[in-house]
């Protein structure tokens, strides 16, 4: 069955307006000049209708560079055109089929984006982390101690940020006495490179660990810890970080979240929302793994030099006071009692070992009294 | 075998329904139909929250595959041609690019001294300067797409050299206070349509510098005048001698509260607070009058071959569109609200009594967690929605509408030359930020 009519025909060489004669012959679709001269002989297989106001049927052939276009006005003609060409949406919208198909798509995607959150990411950060040479981990270190001053150093009113700085008899003797600590712990830890644990003024129970073995034992600290051996459990489980190199993996870790949540996914108005919660919830996921490991660490490292392994956990669960009331995912450290109970499995050495007397104990606790 | 050769387009009537081709200018029209712009905006809108961004490739193509069909010249409408699989393959190889360059940045900013002094800076410029090359670059993608008459569009020129000559103009705009923001766009315009082409057909721009600058005067007068001034008259009223002793002993905090105690100082501060927050807001009224005087400039500078664009738009309807912007923004607030006190609500009754709200789940702080954040970006996203056709695509259509092409027979015996160029350049600019439809 042939049916015919009249189009528009541009011919993809010249932006000259063709008025031409078409006819549809079975599979095929012929476009003659009014002379009878063939312009065009296109397969239905190859056409494909195209973007187009309503009421006019334009169509080109698929992957055409030269753009060829045939331009039909006439309803009968366009019906019959397009009863045999590709079904497509005239008005340019993306068909059900292939949104379909973006959606399940982007579904694996997202799925196999959000595993490599999961497991890929922090095992990478394991592998790479180890590899990096010790000095690039020095330079970070010091970069981000920069940031971490200014930001830290802010109370102190007048004092250095340090404790125990001075001349004067009591800071040497109190400084003698970290260090002997600090000493003994590091001995034993074994570790890639030199510690630089300091305390400083900050009135927060906490201790932090960065990049390139940098610890600072906050004043609050010092202040709530009962015996040597809280305090140095809290330095093993710092070591701990240090000797798994966490500040590194941490920084990899963002690097590999920016990337998948930022840069591949999330990439919409409003999406900063989902962007921040994904990278909350699993950069939480991240640390309380490597806290649970540097617990393990430090309670191993307590019992190898004769301290009690359990301190931590006592002053942990002691400082915590009251259960938190964040939902878990929200967490970036394991909750104390946990922790404790945890650390509570390794034995305590017997007997115990005196990791300091009791003058260097009471020098330590009035570090930062001094100037 | 050329077609051409055997047909003569000029021995034919022009066919029904196409009007003759006129010597008078002939006006464009916008022939798109809106309830079918919002129904592809909705629906892009949900998919894109549902893919997390992904499927923003196939509504950028949807867009403009609407937009261009309803442009049309004289009973011809323009074609995109573009993919969405285009897209996507050019974000992830803008990806593969950007992703050794930060890594680099990153290495650079832990190296002691200059230079890690220095990366942030260097990013900055690096960065700026590839957002301006991913510009010129996607501008050719999409000229290499778009169609009319069987005929494509393309751009020549070097984005290299484009966006150093823009990096320059920008120092320029930053050394003036934008004075010289007229005489950028002049100059960019210039080189952009200087080598764009329809087929052989090559196109150029011809608004002046000062023209803009003259029409966009007193904008800027009212908008950065008072800054200036407020500057002037701080300078004038500050309490120089207490600001001097704090100066030289910085660390005293008793000199610094003396500064902030001065009565002087305070009318000097509440001056400049005053000048800036006057900028804020006047810069923010007088946005939509700024981008119809610009947006009229540019088009009555467009030539393509001995066929030239003029404008006359109207600042009103600009403002209309902002306004009604604002009042579909209010309803949709209005009715979100509704629906989310109405949740809320149902919910309090619904599970009153079965939830112990002192005892801490991880299920129900998840479950409001991400309540929360659905909402979050429910809202945005319509509120995005609604910006993008009732103030984007009336503003293409009102812009659209107010041209007028003289001498439009230049554009019939065009021959072809263009071959298409990849979208690498669109993906830079939208992992860069930097793309536009």
Redesign the interface.
């Known amino acids: 069955m042939t049916t015919s009519g ?1 189009g ?1 025909f ?10 031409v004669a078409v006819e549809v012959d079975g599979d095929t679709l012929r476009v003659n ?3 009878g ?1 063939t ?1 065009a002989q296109w397969r239905f297989a190859d056409i494909e209708p ?5 009421g ?1 049927l ?1 169509v080109g052939l698929a992957r055409d ?5 045939l331009e039909i ?1 006439d309803q009968a003609l366009a019906t019959a055109v397009l009863a045999r060409a590709k079904p497509a949406d005239r ?4 068909d059900r089929r ?2 379909v198909r ?2 399940v798509l ?2 694996a ?2 799925a196999s984006l959000v595993g490599g959150a999961i497991w890929g990411v922090p095992l990478l950060a394991d592998r790479i982390a180890p590899q990096l040479p010790i000095a ?1 981990e020095m ?2 270190g ?2 981000i101690d920069m940031q971490i001053r200014q930001m830290l150093d802010t109370s102190s009113a007048g004092k250095p940020f340090e404790c125990g700085n001075g001349d004067d008899a009591h800071a040497l003797a109190a400084r003698a006495a970290f260090a002997k600590l600090v000493g003994t712990l590091e001995q034993s830890a074994g570790l890639p490179l030199a510690l630089r644990a300091l305390v400083v003024r900050r009135s927060e129970v906490n201790a932090i660990t960065l990049p390139g073995g940098r610890i600072y034992v906050f004043e609050g600290l010092i202040a709530k810890a009962n015996s040597v051996d809280e305090l140095a459990g809290v330095l093993g489980h710092e070591i701990g970080h240090v000797a798994h190199r966490d500040g590194t993996k941490a920084v990899l870790e963002s ?1 590999g979240l920016s ?1 998948l949540f930022g ?9 900063g ?2 962007v921040i ?1 994904a990278r909350t919830v699993l950069s939480n996921a991240y640390t309380r793994t490597a806290e649970t490991a540097a617990d393990e660490f430090g309670a191993q490292l307590m019992y190898k030099v004769g301290g009690d392994p359990h301190a931590l956990g006592a002053i942990l669960v002691r400082v915590s006071g009251t259960k938190g ?6 967490l970036d450290h394991p909750e104390a009692q946990e922790r404790a109970d945890l650390m509570n499995r390794i034995p305590q050495p017997s007997p115990l070992t005196a990791l300091l007397t009791p003058p260097e104990w009471q020098a330590i606790k009035t570090i930062c009294s001094g100037g | 075998m ?3 050769e ?2 003569d ?1 000029a021995a ?2 022009a ?4 009007p003759a081709p006129s010597p008078s200018p002939v006006r464009l029209c916008f ?3 809106r309830r ?1 712009y919002w ?2 905006m909705v629906r892009g809108a949900l ?10 490739f ?1 509504l950028f ?2 867009m403009r ?2 937009l ?3 442009t ?1 010249v004289e009973g011809d ?1 323009l ?3 573009g993919t ?1 699989v285009e897209l996507l393959l050019g974000f992830l190889m803008a ?1 593969g690019i ?2 050794p360059i930060y ?1 680099l940045f ?1 290495l650079a ?4 001294g200059l230079i ?1 002094r220095l990366s942030g800076v260097v990013a900055f410029v690096v960065l700026a300067w590839f957002g301006q090359y991913a510009a010129y670059r996607a501008r050719r993608y999409r000229l290499t797409r778009t ?6 569009f393309h751009q020549t020129g070097s984005p290299v050299r484009y966006a150093l000559r823009a990096m320059l103009w920008w120092i320029a705009i930053g050394l003036t206070l934008g004075l010289a923001y007229p005489w950028m766009v002049a100059n960019l315009e210039r080189y952009k349509m200087r080598n764009t082409f ?2 052989d057909l090559g196109g150029r721009f011809t608004g002046a510098g000062w023209r803009l600058f003259a029409r966009g005067l007193l904008i800027w007068l009212l908008v950065l005048g008072p800054i200036a001034a407020g500057i002037v008259a701080v300078a004038q009223v500050l309490d120089w001698p207490v600001i001097g002793r704090a100066l030289s002993n910085p660390s005293s905090p008793a000199a610094w509260i003396a500064v902030a105690g001065s009565e002087q100082n305070k009318v000097a501060f509440g001056l400049l607070a005053g000048a800036f927050s006057w900028a804020v807001i006047i810069g923010i009224i007088l946005y939509p009058a700024y981008q119809a005087i610009v947006m009229r400039w540019w088009l009555g500078g467009l030539w393509l071959g001995k066929a030239a664009a003029a404008s006359d738009l109207r600042m009103r309807r600009y403002y209309g569109a902002y306004l009604r912007y604002l009042f579909y923004v209010l309803l949709f607030s209005i009715a979100f609200a509704i629906v989310i006190g109405g949740a809320i609500g149902l919910g309090v009754v619904a599970l009153r009594g079965q939830i112990d709200f002192s005892v ?3 299920v129900r ?2 479950a409001v ?1 991400a309540a929360v ?1 659905v909402a ?6 319509g509120v ?1 929605t609604i910006y993008q056709v009732v103030v984007k695509m009336r503003l293409w259509q009102v812009a659209l509408e107010s041209m007028q092409i003289t001498n439009l027979a230049a ?6 030359t263009a ?2 160029s990849s979208a690498v350049g669109e993906g830079l600019a ?2 860069l930020g930097t793309g536009g439809i």
């Open positions: 009249t528009l541009y011919d993809g060489l010249t932006s000259d307006r063709h008025e000049a009014p002379d001269a312009l195209l973007a187009t106001p309503t006019v334009r560079r030269a753009a060829a276009r006005r008005t340019g919208l993306t292939t949104r973006v959606v982007s579904f995607a997202i690039m330079r970070l010091a970069a690097a990337l840069m591949l996914l999330g990439d919409f108005t409003g999406g929302a989902v919660a009331v964040a939902p878990h995912f929200l | 050329t077609f051409a055997h047909t387009a034919y009537e066919p029904p329904g196409i022939v798109g139909d079918a129904r592809l998919l894109q929250a549902i893919t997390l961004g992904i499927y923003r196939w193509t949807d595959r609407f261009w069909a309803s049309e409408t074609e995109y041609t969405a990806i950007l992703i890594a990153f900013s832990l190296e002691f890690s169609v009319f008459r069987g005929l494509r329809y087929g801490r789940s991880i702080d998840g967690a954040i979050y970006v429910i809202y945005i996203l995005s554009l019939d015996h065009v021959r072809a071959a298409t939208d992992a």
